[in-house]
Nanobody, 127 residues
Framework: QVQLVESGGGLVQAGGSLRLSCAPS????????MGWFRQAPGKEREFVGC????????YYSDSVKGRFTISKDNAKNTVYLQMNSLKPEDTAVYYC????????????????????WGQGTQVTVSS
């Protein structure tokens, strides 16, 4: 059984930064990609970005491009979401997720493809 363990959420003022971490625990796990999603109250879950595990290809949603950075540390088996220039509209529960099998560029933002999910961590940006 694979579990994704997230950490790093919190409260920050607009313009500030936070870094989220996500690490799989349990059996040895090499996903095709690890993604980040977020869900604000009353809204649907939204793709933030992802990184493919082997190639390290990274994709972002337009809403975070240029402000958020996804990276991974193979030695620590951990994926990070560095969030800079945070805005109040970034307030949401952020989820780490993993997709086990190949996904096309056009589909990798689809939350339905992801097999494993973290518990979510709250990010609140005050104005």
């Amino acid at each position: 059984q694979v579990q994704l363990v997230e950490s790093g959420g919190g409260l920050v003022q607009a313009g500030g930064s936070l870094r989220l971490s996500c690490a799989p625990s349990g059996r040895t796990f090499r996903p095709y990609a690890m993604g980040w999603f977020r869900q604000a109250p009353g809204k649907e879950r939204e793709f933030v970005g992802c990184i493919t595990w082997s190639a390290g290809s990274i994709y972002y949603s337009d809403s975070v491009k240029g402000r958020f950075t996804i990276s991974k540390d193979n030695a620590k088996n951990t994926v990070y979401l560095q969030m800079n220039s945070l805005k109040p509209e970034d307030t949401a529960v952020y989820y780490c997720a993993a997709v086990s099998t190949f996904a096309t560029i056009g589909s990798i933002s689809n939350s339905g493809l992801y097999d494993y999910w973290g518990q979510g961590t709250q990010v609140t940006v005050s104005s």
